[in-house]
């Protein structure tokens, strides 16, 4: 199964909450917030290029850790996460 290449619109979402969850996370840039929330640099770089549809884990986790209300993530979120966030 291929993955579904992210469109314009959510690459500007998912970036925009990518700037959120760093600035929250008090993070230089995206390596150190890659590092802050445990997980590779290379899946934010990915992310931001609309080449890995982020996890509703990977955002709560950041989320959590930037001690965010996780209700205001779901603004920024593309419709494909949001719709996989309720299956297991």
């Known amino acids: 199964m291929t993955a579904r290449q992210l469109s314009e619109d959510e690459i500007f979402r998912v970036n925009i909450l990518l700037d959120r969850i760093r ?3 008090r993070a230089f840039n995206d390596c150190d917030m890659a590092d802050k929330i445990d997980v590779p640099r290379s899946t934010i770089s990915r992310v931001r290029a609309g080449k890995y549809m982020p ?4 955002i ?3 989320y959590l850790y930037g001690n ?3 209700i205001e993530m779901f603004e920024y979120l593309p419709e494909p996460v949001k719709k996989n966030a309720g299956k297991a």
């Open 68 to 70: 965010m209300p996780l």
């Open 23 to 25: 600035e929250e996370t």
């Open 55 to 58: 996890t509703i884990e990977l």
């Open 60 to 62: 709560q986790r950041a």
